[in-house]
């Protein structure tokens, strides 16, 4: 695990407390919404049951809700130690774009909030990703981009070995 993915647990931990919440919802309705008899059919039922329509989705409800609540109560406190690095995290630029990122929202996003430009908001996370890495002992993620003196380089070289060292400065 790099410093990137452990941010990015930030956005699954969210997502499965609200596929959870959803699926609760979702049993509570079914048990909300059980018909009553049809006498417009035949029901041919050999032994009457004995439980009510609503009764199994409203327990298998109940049971979810109480293994969501055990699951729920680690996923905040995983949640914690992630806005807790985030905080660690000494510029307050580079920490907005983190927490911006890390609730959801994509570059484009931040960058229109911001109000600054993607490529800003690039560097910063990667900036982020390094001091996080500091912080949590995550190894980095591989780097987007390649610095600009190296890429400069490369491309001076490469021009100098098709126009000849002649044409060219150093």
Known sequence: MNSKQFLEQAIALEDGIRSRLEEIRKFRLLAEDTGAIRYDRDNVQTQRSMNAPFESPLITAEDLERDAKTEIREIWIRLGEIRAVIAGVEDMNVQNVLRQRYIGKTP???????????????????????????????????????PARPRHTIARQMLKEVYGNDNLQS
């Open 108 to 146: 484009d996003e931040i960058a229109a909030k911001l109000r600054i430009s993607k490529s800003t908001v690039l560097r910063r996370l990667e900036d982020g990703y390094h001091e996080v890495s500091l912080i949590t002992g995550y190894p980095e993620p591989p780097k987007m981009r390649m």
